[in-house]
């Protein structure tokens, strides 16, 4: 069921980022892989460091502050190369746009940690 949820999540999460870019068909072809790979390889990483919901749930204990700055490090390099794939495909004002979307995103994550503490 939390699998169902993630997936659903990342979907909908997916789908706003498409929207708020407003990207063309020639651009959707060629950014949903992209935006999928990157939505699935931070998925793994939540799920590693216990941080995605389901795990959260089971936690016996809070991710110390080592772990948060490895996971933070993992989720910025797949942020930066989500960035570069996408750099040749995207104009200047999607770039913007998709990067607040990254800085909103990672300001969430930030949040739901904070409040696991």
Known sequence: HADEDRAAMAQAQMQETIERLELTDDQLEQAKPVLQSAASEQQEILKRYEMDPESR???????????????????????????????????EAQMEELKLIQEERRAEMRARIQASR
């Open 57 to 91: 749930e089971n936690a016996t204990s809070k991710p110390g502050f080592r772990q948060l700055r490895a996971m933070r490090k993992e989720m910025t390099a797949v942020r930066e190369n989500t960035l570069e794939a996408l750099d040749p495909i995207l104009s």
